[in-house]
């Protein structure tokens, strides 16, 4: 078989670009070397936003962009997206008020919202807003922006792409593609060959290396890696509300409830010349946020208290900047052509918020090379399990199934939506679930993600399509590990 399209890359720059393509009737075949998410789309802060601090950088273009999308992205997706408040207490000789109050008006209007609320300045001694900050901040701001599951969001896209005809391959690692004739023809390292008329390479931080080692084509644009770390410890405040915090260099640290159960606390911005592999946080970053949350907080929060942290390259595109932290989250392409004829097109940088706008970007460019490609299709359409909105998917599912804890028909609908009956399959009690691997993870739900979401061994369920990781004991994690063959 011939592909229309072949994609280096299971993150969300690639598994978003499936869907498009796969749902305007090309052919499409997805590659990746390890597991969907597995690097920076699993790495991040876990938010869909429209980027309030990059208003600084008059990045407006990107602003508005990504404030469109997280209105569409809401509806999309409202099981595994939803509102959140944020809190931003305000500081002398930080960014001054009249600074904040601008910023925030533009962030109200930039763009449509009909969703979240609106910004508006709270007096912190008369709020329970306050409650985790300390006596001297008396007054904050407040806003709204929207959490995510980032990783489940990635497999919904490859799972939309895969319904629409997509093959998406895990475990598949490019190792040489080249031109021949008017095809690119791509093997593995399994000594599998694929032909394609077109090529994208969306490897995240692996772009440049497969521009050089795999493709070997002239890059004409370039990438800067930053390594970005979290923390997270036992939740540290009551209140579903977020806090944004301010440092001296400039940056901004954010505070966020995580899994019900914890406190998510990042992100770092360090400067990476490395090449790209897996990272760990350092101690200079985990001293890092330690001492601007401590900088706020009321109690003071101590390294024994952190009880997971990750770590994540960002690939940004280059723009020249000296600061890593300014340098610009929007995304370039980087369009390859051999007169006329297979394509093949780079992604450089990108971010969940804006995937869905990216990947219409990059399968618009890649049409013209398509007769028979269709148009653009996914503004309005919702992803796998948003067909519902989570409150009636919770309210069936307690009635579905009333032998399970309102913690763990919470967990299902917020993880699967509409479909988390696919799960349940008519069961009437928890033995009908099969083996129960503990914190409500049943036989049921994992012969589910092998089948149909791609998991292949234990580190998948617990630290990607679920973040059972925090909760599950060793012993738990090791016979989920020995059920799925080590």
Same mark, same amino acid.
């Given at each position: 078989?011939?592909?229309?399209?072949?994609?280096?890359?299971?993150?969300?720059?690639?598994?978003?670009?499936?869907?498009?393509?796969?749902?305007?009737?090309?052919?499409?075949?997805?590659?990746?070397?390890?597991?969907l998410a597995s690097g920076t789309s699993s790495a991040s802060t876990k938010l869909i936003h429209g980027g309030l601090r990059y208003l600084e950088l008059f990045e407006f273009k990107l602003v508005h962009e990504?404030?469109?999308?997280?209105?569409?992205?809401?509806?999309?997706?409202?099981?595994?997206?939803w509102p959140l408040k944020f809190v931003l207490p305000h500081e002398r000789g930080r960014r001054p008020i009249w600074i904040l109050r601008l910023g925030l008006f533009l962030y109200d209007h930039l763009s449509?919202?009909?969703?979240?609320?609106?910004?508006?300045?709270?007096?912190?001694?008369?709020?329970?807003?306050?409650?985790?900050?300390?006596?001297?901040?008396?007054?904050?701001?407040?806003?709204?922006?929207?959490?995510?599951?980032?990783?489940?969001?990635?497999?919904?896209?490859?799972?939309?792409?895969?319904?629409?005809?997509?093959?998406?391959?895990?475990?598949?690692?490019?190792?040489?593609?080249?031109?021949?004739?008017?095809?690119?023809?791509?093997?593995?390292?399994?000594?599998?060959?694929?032909?394609?008329?077109?090529?994208?390479?969306?490897?995240?931080?692996?772009?440049?290396?497969?521009?050089?080692?795999?493709?070997?084509?002239?890059?004409?644009?370039?990438?800067?890696?930053?390594?970005?770390?979290?923390?997270?410890?036992?939740k540290l405040y009551s209140g579903d509300q977020a806090y944004i915090l301010q440092n001296i260099d400039g940056r901004i640290v954010f505070v966020i409830p995580y899994e019900q159960e914890f406190t998510l606390?990042?992100?770092?911005?360090?400067?990476?010349?490395?090449?790209?592999?897996?990272?760990?946080?350092?101690?200079?970053?985990?001293?890092?946020?330690?001492?601007?949350?401590?900088?706020?907080?009321?109690?003071?929060?101590?390294?024994?208290?952190?009880?997971?942290?990750?770590?994540?390259?960002?690939?940004?595109?280059?723009?020249?900047?000296?600061?890593?932290?300014?340098?610009?989250?929007?995304?370039?392409?980087?369009?390859?052509?051999?007169?006329?004829?297979?394509?093949?097109?780079?992604?450089?940088?990108?971010?969940?918020?804006?995937?869905?706008?990216?990947?219409?970007?990059?399968?618009?460019?890649?049409?013209?090379?398509?007769?028979?490609?269709?148009?653009?299709?996914?503004?309005?359409?919702?992803?796998?399990?948003?067909?519902?909105?989570?409150?009636?998917?919770?309210?069936?599912? $307690?009635?579905?199934?009333?032998? #399970?804890? =309102?913690? *763990?028909?919470?967990? &299902?609908?917020?993880?699967?939506? @509409? %479909?988390?009956?696919?799960?349940?399959?008519?069961?009437?009690?928890?033995?009908?679930?099969? $083996?129960?691997?503990?914190?409500? #993870?049943? =036989?049921? *739900?994992?012969?589910? &993600?092998?089948?149909?979401?791609? @998991? %292949?061994?234990?580190?998948?369920?617990?630290?990607?399509?679920?973040?059972?990781?925090?909760?599950?004991?060793?012993?738990?994690?090791?016979?989920?590990?020995?059920?799925?063959?080590?």
């Amino acid at each position: 078989m011939i592909y229309d399209l072949i994609i280096i890359g299971g993150g969300i720059n690639g598994c978003a670009i499936a869907r498009d393509a796969a749902g305007r009737g090309l052919s499409v075949c997805l590659c990746e070397k390890n597991d969907l998410a597995s690097g920076t789309s699993s790495a991040s802060t876990k938010l869909i936003h429209g980027g309030l601090r990059y208003l600084e950088l008059f990045e407006f273009k990107l602003v508005h962009e990504a404030l469109a999308e997280r209105e569409r992205l809401l509806v999309s997706a409202p099981h595994i997206i939803w509102p959140l408040k944020f809190v931003l207490p305000h500081e002398r000789g930080r960014r001054p008020i009249w600074i904040l109050r601008l910023g925030l008006f533009l962030y109200d209007h930039l763009s449509w919202r009909k969703r979240l609320e609106g910004s508006r300045m709270v007096r912190l001694s008369a709020n329970d807003l306050g409650a985790p900050l300390r006596e001297e901040y008396s007054l904050a701001f407040t806003y709204s922006d929207c959490w995510v599951d980032d990783s489940r969001f990635v497999v919904l896209n490859a799972l939309d792409a895969k319904e629409r005809g997509a093959q998406i391959k895990i475990g598949a690692c490019v190792n040489d593609a080249r031109r021949v004739n008017d095809l690119w023809q791509v093997k593995l390292t399994d000594g599998q060959e694929f032909l394609a008329r077109s090529l994208v390479n969306a490897a995240g931080p692996w772009v440049s290396q497969v521009i050089d080692g795999v493709l070997r084509i002239a890059a004409h644009k370039h990438m800067r890696l930053v390594q970005g770390s979290h923390i997270v410890t036992r939740k540290l405040y009551s209140g579903d509300q977020a806090y944004i915090l301010q440092n001296i260099d400039g940056r901004i640290v954010f505070v966020i409830p995580y899994e019900q159960e914890f406190t998510l606390i990042g992100t770092t911005d360090v400067p990476y010349d490395a090449p790209p592999g897996p990272v760990t946080i350092s101690d200079s970053e985990r001293d890092y946020l330690l001492s601007v949350v401590n900088h706020y907080w009321r109690l003071p929060v101590t390294r024994e208290e952190i009880i997971h942290s990750y770590s994540g390259l960002r690939p940004l595109y280059d723009d020249g900047a000296l600061n890593a932290s300014v340098v610009t989250r929007d995304y370039a392409f980087d369009l390859d052509v051999a007169d006329g004829r297979a394509p093949a097109l780079s992604i450089f940088g990108g971010k969940l918020t804006t995937s869905r706008r990216l990947a219409e970007h990059a399968v618009d460019q890649l049409s013209h090379f398509f007769t028979h490609a269709e148009p653009a299709w996914t503004k309005d359409a919702k992803l796998p399990g948003g067909e519902r909105v989570f409150e009636d998917v919770y309210k069936s599912l $307690r009635r579905q199934a009333p032998f #399970l804890s =309102e913690q *763990e028909t919470w967990r &299902l609908a917020r993880a699967y939506g @509409a %479909r988390a009956d696919r799960i349940l399959n008519n069961a009437k009690n928890k033995q009908d679930l099969g $083996r129960d691997f503990g914190c409500g #993870l049943f =036989e049921a *739900e994992v012969n589910y &993600l092998i089948e149909y979401e791609w @998991a %292949r061994c234990a580190a998948d369920i617990l630290w990607r399509r679920s973040k059972l990781g925090l909760r599950m004991s060793a012993s738990q994690q090791q016979a989920l590990s020995a059920f799925m063959g080590g």
